[in-house]
């Protein structure tokens, strides 16, 4: 069955611009996650959503940062007034049900110039 | 907090021998669950193994076992008969098992080289 998908897969943006980024979780999966890759900070999550809510919004790095559920599958996560320290890969993962495992997608690298 | 360790920033191994990566971390739970994860040029985490802490027989999935010391907290991956393909970035997790804190908590990950 198709896995996670995440899209743009690249994306370069001036700084102060807003972006979306997207992520289509594996058909069924109730758990979505969000993790943020980068050289300075490594692997670090960033809003965990179970359904629609989001029990755990704790990585978040601002108030610039936002990200919403619909539907119990799509997620986009907003950056506001992006800055240079928000260059990174952003990674999106799902679960089954909050599963033990989750599954990654390919993520989208974003570029704040 | 959980914290997670990977001391070897680097590794090289000729290929068909065999390599370990190190993972040491930190928890004050008694139940939780570990990972390593494999992450190719192409970005894409791929789950390699996983561990409960409450069992004590350690992992393997064909080529690949861990050494699970639950006291010294240290969980370590073996790779046997290193393939090319192997060749990758390996990040070991963790993840507590209560509901609602579900989120991994990774280390800096072992860039590992396989020479041909």
């Known amino acids: 069955g198709a896995g996670v998908s995440q899209s743009p897969s690249n994306k370069v943006t001036e700084k102060g611009k807003d972006v979306e980024l997207r992520c289509d979780p594996i058909?069924?999966?109730?758990?979505l996650y969000w993790y943020r890759q980068s050289l300075g900070q490594g692997l670090e999550f960033l809003i965990y959503?179970?359904?629609?809510?989001?029990?755990?919004k704790s990585g978040l790095p601002s108030d610039r940062f936002s990200a919403e559920r619909t539907g119990g599958s799509v997620s986009t996560l907003t950056i506001q007034r992006t800055q240079q320290e928000d260059s990174a890969v952003y990674l999106c993962?799902?679960?089954?049900?909050?599963?033990?495992?989750?599954?990654f997608g390919p993520g989208t690298r974003l570029t704040v110039t | 907090a959980q914290t997670v360790t990977q001391s070897q920033p680097e590794m090289s191994v000729q290929e068909a021998e065999t390599v370990t990566l190190s993972c040491t971390y930190d928890?004050?739970?008694?139940?939780?669950?570990l990972f390593w994860y494999k992450q190719p040029p192409s970005r894409q985490m791929i789950l390699v193994i996983r561990?409960?802490?409450?069992?004590?027989q350690n992992a393997t999935e064909n080529r690949f076992s861990v050494n699970f010391q639950k006291a010294a907290k240290s969980f370590s991956l073996k790779i046997s008969d290193s393939q090319l393909g192997d060749a990758a970035m390996y990040f070991c997790?963790?993840?507590?098992?209560?509901?609602?804190?579900?989120?991994?908590?990774f280390g800096t990950g072992t860039r590992l080289t396989i020479i041909p």
């Open positions: 993962a799902s679960s089954l049900n909050s599963g033990v495992e989750q599954y």
């Open positions: 058909s069924g999966h109730t758990a």
């Open positions: 959503f179970q359904g629609n809510s989001a029990p755990d």
């Open positions: 928890t004050s739970e008694s139940d939780y669950y």
């Open positions: 561990q409960e802490a409450y069992k004590q």
């Open positions: 997790a963790y993840r507590s098992p209560n509901f609602g804190n579900e989120k991994l908590t």
